[in-house]
Nanobody
Framework: QVQLVESGGGLVQPGGSLRLSCAAS????????MGWYRQAPGKQRELVAA???????NYADSVKGRFTISRDNAKNTVYLQMNSLKPEDTAVYYC??????????????WGQGTQVTVSS
């Protein structure tokens, strides 16, 4: 059974920092591309950051220079360090694990989400 368990969300003032963690189980973690997505009220879910099995990263333009994604394959955990937080970063943040095989089989899993609220 695959589980992605996020932690680290909460309430923070503008300009503050949070670090989200996502602990994975039931998958061969090192093979997966791991991502963080977010969904604000009334908006579509959007990609925030992703890191491949080779540790290549990409970021949404809105978070470049402020957020950093990283992974620890020994701990089966992916992190999202969020600095200089803005009110518009307020959303539910979801952890995602994806693996696309050469036969086009896609394995795609989601965590339950963690709330991040940026407010004074």
């Amino acid at each position: 059974q695959v589980q992605l368990v996020e932690s680290g969300g909460g309430l923070v003032q503008p300009g503050g920092s949070l670090r989200l963690s996502c602990a994975a189980s039931g998958i061969i973690f090192r093979l997966y591309t791991m991502g963080w997505y977010r969904q604000a009220p009334g908006k579509q879910r959007e990609l925030v950051a992703a890191i491949t099995s080779a540790s290549s990263t990409n970021y949404a333009d809105s978070v470049k220079g402020r957020f950093t994604i990283s992974r620890d394959n020994a701990k089966n955990t992916v992190y999202l360090q969020m600095n200089s937080l803005k009110p518009e970063d307020t959303a539910v943040y979801y952890c995602n694990a994806q693996l696309l095989l050469t036969d086009s089989t896609l394995y795609n899993y989601w965590g339950q989400g963690t709330q991040v609220t940026v407010s004074s």
